[in-house]
C-alpha cells in the first residue's frame, strides 16, 4: 500500500502517530508526515479511517 498525507487539511492531531508509529511521525511543521512510502501495516487502515480530516490517503 501507498500512504500520503495532504499537509493542507492535517491538523496534526497525532491520532495517526498514536494508532499507527512506524509509519507516521509529526514533523517540525507540526503535521504528519509518512515514514515509508511502501507498508504493508494495517494500521494505515485504521489511521485513514480514524483521521479527523480525512487527510490520509492509503493506495
Ligand atoms: S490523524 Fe489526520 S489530521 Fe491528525 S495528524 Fe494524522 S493526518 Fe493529520
Not at 8 to 28: A, K, N, R
Not at 39 to 51: G, L, W
Amino acid at each position: 500500500m501507498k500512504v500520503s498525507v495532504d499537509k493542507e487539511t492535517c491538523i496534526g492531531c497525532g491520532v495517526c502517530v498514536s494508532l499507527c508509529p512506524d509509519v507516521f511521525e509529526i514533523g517540525d511543521d507540526g503535521k504528519s508526515h509518512v515514514k515509508v512510502k511502501e507498508t504493508n501495516n494495517k494500521c494505515v487502515i485504521e489511521a485513514r479511517d480514524s483521521c479527523p480530516t480525512g487527510s490520509i490517503k492509503v493506495e
